[in-house]
C-alpha cells in the first residue's frame, strides 16, 4: 500500500512538473527598450495587452530616455528599440546595432508654459521665436536634461534659436528626469517647458500651465522601432520581437494605436509605410 501511494504522488509531482516546464516553455516574453512618453502616456497599457491576447507574447517595457533606451539596445539587453529621435535611430542602424528602422506612429511636441505667460510666448507659432522670448525676459524654464528624445529636441530648438545655455544659468533647470516627473517641476515652479502632446494630454497635475505654442512644422515628433540585430547578441529574441514590430506596422496594430484616447482626443497618428 505504502509503495503504491508513493508511486501515485512520484506520477502526480512528475505531471505537475511536466505541466509547469510545458507552460513555463510556451511563455513568450520580450524586452521593449522605449521612452517615457509611450509609458506615462498610457499607450503601452492600452496595446499591449491586445498585442498579448493576439499573440501570447509578453511584451516587458523599460521606459527611459531615448538616449538610455538605445544605449540599452547598444548593450544588447533588449530585443526590441521603440524610441522617436531619428537621427539617433539612423546612426543606431549605421553602427550595425540593428538592421533596420520602421517607423510607426507620430505625434507633435508643444510648448508648455503658466497662464500668466511671463516671456510673452502664447500663441506663437515659431518655437526658436518663443525660446528667444523665454531666453530674454530670463523666466523659468524646465529641461528633461536625461538625453531623451525630448530633450535631444529641445537642445536642437535651442540652438537654432541662436542661445547656448551657459552651465548654471539660474532660470534654466535640469532636472534629469522623466516627462512625468520634469513636467511635475513645472508645475510647481511655474514654469516652462517642452513636451510631447501624448503626455501632455495624460499628465494631472497641471496646476496653472497650459499649451501656449504649438503647430510649428519643427515641433513635428517621430517615432521608430528596431529590431536590437541578433547577429550581434544571439541572445535577442529574433523571432518573437520581429512579431511585435510586424503587428505594430500592421493594419490591426494601426488602428489600435489610433484607438487610444483621452476624453475623445487622439496622442499618436499611425503613419508607417506600407
Known amino acids: 500500500m505504502k509503495k503504491l501511494i508513493s508511486n501515485l504522488f512520484f506520477g502526480t509531482l512528475v ?43 509578453d511584451a516587458k517595457v523599460v521606459a527611459v530616455g531615448t538616449g538610455q533606451a538605445l544605449d540599452i539596445g547598444r548593450r544588447g539587453d533588449a530585443d526590441v528599440v521603440f524610441v522617436h529621435d531619428k537621427a539617433a535611430e539612423e546612426k543606431f542602424v549605421e553602427d550595425g546595432f540593428s538592421t533596420k528602422r520602421y517607423e510607426v506612429m507620430y505625434n507633435d511636441f508643444v510648448l508648455i508654459g503658466p497662464k500668466t505667460d511671463p516671456a510673452k510666448v502664447g500663441g506663437g507659432k515659431d518655437i526658436q521665436v518663443a525660446l528667444q522670448k523665454i531666453a530674454a525676459a530670463q523666466a523659468p524654464f524646465v529641461s528633461r536634461g536625461d538625453k531623451s528624445g525630448t530633450h535631444a529636441a529641445e537642445l536642437r530648438y535651442w540652438k537654432g534659436a541662436g542661445i547656448a545655455i551657459a552651465p548654471g544659468t539660474a532660470w534654466y533647470k535640469e532636472t534629469g528626469s522623466g516627462m512625468g ?44 522601432v528596431m529590431l536590437v540585430n541578433p547577429a550581434k547578441f544571439p541572445s535577442v529574441k529574433k523571432a518573437q520581437g520581429q512579431e511585435f514590430i510586424d503587428w505594430l506596422i500592421s493594419k490591426n496594430g ?21
Open 15 to 57: 505531471t505537475v512538473l511536466m505541466g509547469s516546464s510545458q507552460v513555463y516553455a510556451q511563455e513568450k516574453t520580450i524586452v521593449v527598450s522605449s521612452t517615457t512618453s509611450t509609458e506615462q502616456s498610457g499607450l503601452f497599457n492600452f496595446i499591449l495587452p491586445i498585442f498579448k491576447m493576439k499573440t501570447g507574447i
Open 181 to 224: 516627473p520634469a513636467l511635475n517641476t513645472a508645475s510647481a515652479m511655474n514654469g516652462y517647458i517642452l513636451a510631447d502632446r501624448g503626455t501632455w494630454i495624460s499628465f494631472k497635475n497641471r496646476g496653472d500651465l497650459m499649451i501656449l505654442v504649438q503647430g510649428d512644422p519643427k515641433l513635428f515628433n517621430q517615432y521608430g
Open 254 to 274: 494601426q488602428e489600435v494605436i489610433a484607438s487610444y484616447k483621452i476624453d475623445g482626443e487622439q496622442l499618436f497618428f499611425p503613419n508607417a509605410k506600407k
